[in-house]
C-alpha cells in the first residue's frame, strides 16, 4: 500500500535560515510524489512534484525538494525561511488500484519561523 | 484563475440532522474530491467522483453520501450528523487522467456537530 511519513509534527527555524520538513514514503511500484500548503484558514495549494528526472524539484515561493530514492525520501527545503513560510506542510504520494487520481496524504508539519 | 468553492466556511448544526455540503469548480474538472482534516491525522479522503454521477469510496465512507449531477458540483452528504464528524471538510478537483495532475482545494468547511 501507498503511504507517507511525517515524522514531525513542528519544525521551528529562524527567519533567514534554511527549512526542511521531512517527508518519507513506501510505495508499490514508481513513487509520485507531491508537496501542498496551508495557510491558515485556507485550503491546500500546490507546491512542487516529483514524477521523474532529476531528483532535485523547484516550485513555488522559492522551495524545492530533494528525491532521494535509497531513503526513500522526499524533502522540502528551502534556502532561507521567511516568517510568510509559517504554514501546514503535507506530503502526499499517489494512490494505486482503482483510484489512480488519488492522493495518499501525511500527517502534516507545521512550520513555525520566527522573526 | 482556478477556483474551487464550497459554499459555507462555518456550519453549526445538530445530532441526527442531515447536513449537505456544498462544492463547486469552474475549470471543468472530471475528478472531484471530499476530505476531512483532523488534527495529527491528515487528510482522509471521503469519497471521490470520476464523472458525473459516478464516484467511489475512499478511505473513510461510512456515515456519509455524496451526489453529483452535475460536472462542477460534488455535494458531501452526512446522512446523521454525529458529534465525530465534527471537523473540517475539504472539496478538490483535479483534470481527469494519469493522476499526476494538480488538485485544487476549496477554502474547506469547519463543521461542528453539537
Known amino acids: 500500500a501507498q503511504s507517507v511519513a511525517q515524522p514531525e509534527d513542528q519544525v521551528n527555524v529562524a527567519e533567514g535560515n534554511p527549512l526542511t520538513v521531512k517527508c518519507t514514503y513506501s510505495v508499490s511500484g514508481n513513487p509520485y510524489l507531491f508537496w501542498y500548503v496551508q495557510y491558515p484558514n485556507r485550503g491546500l495549494q500546490f507546491l512542487l512534484k516529483y514524477i521523474t528526472g532529476d531528483n532535485l524539484v523547484k516550485g513555488s515561493y522559492g522551495f524545492e525538494a530533494e528525491f532521494n530514492k535509497s531513503q526513500t525520501s522526499f524533502h522540502l527545503k528551502k534556502p532561507s525561511a521567511l516568517v510568510s513560510d509559517s504554514a501546514l506542510y503535507f506530503c502526499?504520494?499517489?494512490?494505486?488500484?482503482?483510484?489512480?487520481?488519488?492522493?495518499?496524504f501525511g500527517t502534516g508539519t507545521l512550520l513555525a519561523v520566527q522573526p | 484563475d482556478v477556483k474551487v468553492t464550497q459554499s459555507s466556511r462555518y456550519l453549526v448544526k445538530r445530532t441526527g440532522e442531515k447536513v449537505f455540503l456544498e462544492c463547486v469548480q469552474d475549470m471543468d474538472h472530471e475528478n472531484m474530491f471530499w476530505y476531512r482534516q483532523d488534527p495529527g491525522l491528515g487528510l482522509r479522503l471521503i469519497y471521490f467522483s470520476y464523472d458525473v454521477k459516478m464516484k467511489e469510496k475512499g478511505d473513510i465512507p461510512e456515515g456519509y453520501s455524496v451526489s453529483r449531477e452535475k460536472k462542477e458540483r460534488f455535494s458531501l452528504i452526512l446522512e446523521s450528523a454525529s458529534t465525530n464528524q465534527t471537523s473540517m471538510y475539504l472539496c478538490a478537483s483535479t483534470m481527469g487522467g494519469t493522476g499526476l495532475n494538480i488538485q485544487y482545494f476549496g477554502a474547506g468547511t469547519r463543521l461542528s456537530v453539537l
Open positions: 502526499a504520494v499517489r494512490g494505486l488500484g482503482g483510484a489512480t487520481n488519488k492522493l495518499i
